[in-house]
């Protein structure tokens, strides 16, 4: 395809930090349950050209090809066959509607995705790449149209691009990644964001409420004196397909979900209280009891949540004093540690390492915008 360059386009480069779940995994779906999340100081970086014609997205998981888009009487359209960043693509289809809500001028632009939330070989450490994206691609564009967001309406259109995706995603991850630091989270309603997405305004849902209810995005407390660290197992897993399983056994009655969500529930608010008022042993003890809740889940729903590596990665740390837990939805991907001040941690990542699991250098993106 040819296309024209818009001349002398400048390039809008913003980045956006992955995300790990320290508590409130699977609970958090349903609408106003807690959970707690930290933004990790790995990014996904996006660079936003003006280009004439048409726009296009590039990244290393298209291959050398760019995934085209451009517009049509019906909206949006995408060539397919280049297997297109779905996330992204809703990004710009809820962004353009709020652009022509506002009644600016349709541009087109050019979008080049790096990734550092995976390996070399491109596997993906389960640090929240696709709401990574999501985030950042609002943010080019808000910069772009010249939008002005604040931080939360950032999030709001982020979670709105992500539920026509992965329409039971919570919107955790993204909260992390537009905010920073550690986070306590609570989820709105998807299901009726997604009704009112697709019946009105996207400027007015924004300023709508009665729609957000139950969403709650809360600035917590590092823990005062434990260290943060990240094993991973070498096993990608899908959010997505966990989270479904462990929801269609809940509706075949294999779990008690009841009390799933009332222990997850007692157990994350102890943990936002001890975060809030520097109670580390407080923070070990939430942490330990939300692995405990999750192995709990597995054993019901039959999925597995706590693996052989997952379970090899937090036995290791609690023979050393520290609590651990898959972070996420389980079945792969990292677990987190909080350790004492004392710990044998170099003990701990040399067991690691006899268990095939990579300690991730990461550490806290330090906050940075106070949720509304």
Request: hydrophobic share 40%; proline share 5%; glycine share 12%.
């Amino acid at each position: 395809m040819n296309r024209g360059a818009a001349a002398h386009a400048e390039t809008i480069t913003v980045r956006a930090p992955g995300k790990l779940f320290i508590a409130g995994e699977y609970a958090v779906v349903s609408p106003g349950e807690p959970s707690v999340l930290v933004a990790v100081d790995r990014y996904l970086t996006v660079g936003l050209t003006e280009s004439v014609g048409a726009g296009s997205i590039h990244s290393p998981e298209y291959g050398r090809m760019p995934v085209v888009w451009t517009r049509s009487e019906g909206g949006l359209t995408v060539d397919r066959e280049h297997h297109p960043y779905d996330y992204v693509f809703e990004a710009i289809t809820v962004a353009e509607r709020l652009r022509a809500e506002r009644g600016l001028a349709p541009r087109f632009f050019d979008l080049r995705i790096d990734s550092g939330l995976d390996d070399v070989s491109g596997r993906k450490f389960g640090l929240g790449s696709s709401a990574a994206v999501t985030v950042a691609t609002v943010r080019a564009i808000d910069r772009f149209y010249g939008f002005d967001l604040s931080p939360t309406e950032l999030f709001q259109i982020a979670l709105l691009a992500t539920i026509q995706v992965a329409p039971t995603a919570s919107g955790g991850d993204l909260a992390a990644s537009t905010f920073g630091g550690w986070i306590g989270y609570r989820a709105p309603d998807r299901e009726l964001l997604r009704q009112r997405t697709a019946a009105g305004s996207i400027d007015a849902l924004l300023r709508d409420t009665a729609a957000w209810e139950g969403l709650e995005i809360r600035r917590l407390s590092a823990p005062r004196n434990l260290s943060f660290l990240v094993g991973w197992t070498g096993a990608p897993a899908s959010t997505e397909r966990l989270v479904d399983a462990v929801g269609r056994r809940s509706r075949a009655g294999s779990i008690d979900h009841t009390a799933f969500l009332e222990d997850s529930r007692r157990c994350v608010n102890g943990l936002w209280t001890s975060l809030e008022t520097g109670d580390d042993s407080a923070t070990l003890g939430a942490v330990n009891a939300a692995r405990h809740i999750l192995q709990g889940l597995g054993a019901q729903s039959g999925v597995s949540i706590e693996t052989p590596a997952l379970r090899a990665l937090c036995e290791v740390a609690e023979s050393i004093g520290a609590a651990a837990k898959p972070s996420g939805a389980g079945g792969g991907d990292c677990g987190i540690v909080l350790a004492p001040a004392g710990a044998d941690v170099a003990g701990m990542l040399r067991a690691w390492e006899a268990h095939d699991i990579r300690h991730l250098t990461v550490s806290v993106h330090a906050p940075e915008a106070e949720p509304a």
